[in-house]
Nanobody, 115 residues
Framework: QEQLVDSGGGLVQPGGSLRLSCKAF????????MAWYRQAPGKERELVAR???????NYLDSVKGRFTISRDNVMKMVFLQMDSLRPEDTAVYYC?????????WGEGTQVTVSS
């Protein structure tokens, strides 16, 4: 069964770090662009970071220089290293795999940045 399982969220103080992980099952992610999205309460889901099949990356302006997306096609995993976290980064973070005909979503992992 094809699925994405994301993990690594939690409660962290402002300025702290977290590393999110996404494991793919039954999905050959080497053929997919991979991304992390987030959704805060009362807001629309937004793209945080994307890494293409060719490993090109792009980031939401507000996370540039703080977040880093990476992928391991052999392990079928994608990571989001989040540093210098801010309260406004608080959201549920979702892993995404996309190609022209198929899209998959993880179930989400909660990130809370608070003192």
């Amino acid at each position: 069964q094809e699925q994405l399982v994301d993990s690594g969220g939690g409660l962290v103080q402002p300025g702290g770090s977290l590393r999110l992980s996404c494991k793919a099952f039954g999905i050959p992610i080497r053929f997919y662009d991979m991304a992390w999205y987030r959704q805060a309460p009362g807001k629309e889901r937004e793209l945080v970071a994307r890494i293409t099949r060719g490993s090109s990356t792009n980031y939401l302006d507000s996370v540039k220089g703080r977040f880093t997306i990476s992928r391991d096609n052999v392990m079928k995993m994608v990571f989001l290293q989040m540093d210098s976290l801010r309260p406004e980064d608080t959201a549920v973070y979702y892993c995404n795999a996309a190609q022209s005909t198929m899209t998959y979503w993880g179930e989400g992992t909660q990130v809370t940045v608070s003192s």
